[in-house]
């Protein structure tokens, strides 16, 4: 991964919203499986997913995957001892660390859909038990390394061969059909892949939980998928996820949309909050807008606060 070098991924606001977003439902699925969890990821130089669920899940037990940096320079950001770091592609160090145990995996990707992310995925759904969440993050533009413009189906079929979803077209790699292209790819796979366990005597199923895009301020378009896997008799209800927004177990899309407001704003909003005809007569005063009050209210108890601390 090479965005660490760009970019500080712990003042990104979009996709520091999501992370808490995730958190909340990791919470809950973590109650509902019990026992103890590792946790697989890429850290970059940041290591903010690691800080963040060490602290609130209370995993120990943690790997950090990540090729396309220093080693120790890696090494020296790690905050905590007993992060084990694999210098190394992932597809290597998947089949490295033991997938036996309960396991919370966010693949969180910096480039454009590529094979390599569908090797991981086979490694970890061969191999991940009953209560294992795993997660993926892209850009979600389906562009060709090649000619840096949006694939054609040729190109498109050339490059991922027997994964391509059957009758695809060309205005499935268009920017408002790219995510459920990729979505339905990795939902064959897993379903495929879920299947032949279950041939062999297991008894898993995967429940879909995440279907996420979002867009950092003029940066790259992202798609985020995912899920639990399960036991069959194990339902979506018995999850107690459902009073969550952004937990979409079909093909209903969540799209982090991010209002542009004023601390001072923030404050006068959250006055209203319960109170339809209130937030309609704060939008008469032009000072916010009702499609604001409405992104803010939808996203609120997830948004980051940053602060300039003078040290």
């Known amino acids: 991964m090479n965005s660490p070098k760009h970019l500080n991924y712990e003042t990104r606001p979009a996709k ?9 439902s990791f919470l809950r699925l973590c109650n509902f499986f019990k026992g103890e969890y590792q946790y ?8 903010t997913d690691f800080k963040l669920f060490h602290k609130e899940l209370h995993i120990n037990d943690m790997s950090s995957i990540e090729a396309g940096l220093e080693i120790e ?3 020296f950001n790690s905050p905590y001892s007993f992060i084990n770091i694999f210098h190394e592609l992932s597809s290597e160090a998947l089949t490295k660390i033991d997938l036996n145990k309960k396991t919370l995996v966010w693949l969180d990707y910096d ?9 991981d995925l ?14 993926m993050s892209c850009n979600k533009e389906l562009k060709s390394a090649e000619t840096g413009y949006i694939y054609t189906v040729e190109q498109f079929q050339e490059k991922f061969d027997g994964l391509v979803p059957f009758g695809i077209k060309d205005q499935n790699f268009s920017g408002s059909e790219d995510h459920k292209t990729i979505k339905k ?21 995967f429940h879909q939980l995440y279907n996420i895009i979002y867009q950092e301020n003029r940066g790259a378009r992202m798609f985020t998928f995912g899920g639990v896997l399960t036991s069959n008799e194990t339902k979506f209800d018995d999850l107690n996820l459902s009073d969550f927004d952004f937990i979409s177990n079909d093909d209903t899309v969540y799209k982090i949309n991010l209002p542009n407001l004023t601390t001072k704003e923030i404050d006068l909003i959250n006055l209203h909050l319960s109170n339809i005809e209130e937030a309609e007569t704060l939008a008469k ?5 009702i499609s604001e009050i409405n992104k803010y209210k939808a996203i609120y108890k997830y948004l980051p606060n940053f602060y300039d601390v003078r040290l």
């Open 285 to 289: 005063t032009k000072i916010v807008t």
């Open 122 to 135: 086979a490694i970890l759904f061969n191999r991940l038990p009953v209560g294992s969440i795993y997660l």
């Open 185 to 205: 790819i990795f939902t064959n796979l897993i379903r495929k892949t879920v299947k032949n366990r279950n041939l062999i005597g297991e008894n898993i199923y």
């Open 40 to 47: 697989i990821g890429f850290g970059g130089l940041s290591f």
């Open 16 to 24: 520091f919203t999501e992370r808490k977003m995730l958190l909340s």
């Open 73 to 75: 320079k890696v090494k």
């Open 111 to 119: 480039g454009t859909l590529d094979n390599y992310m569908f090797e």
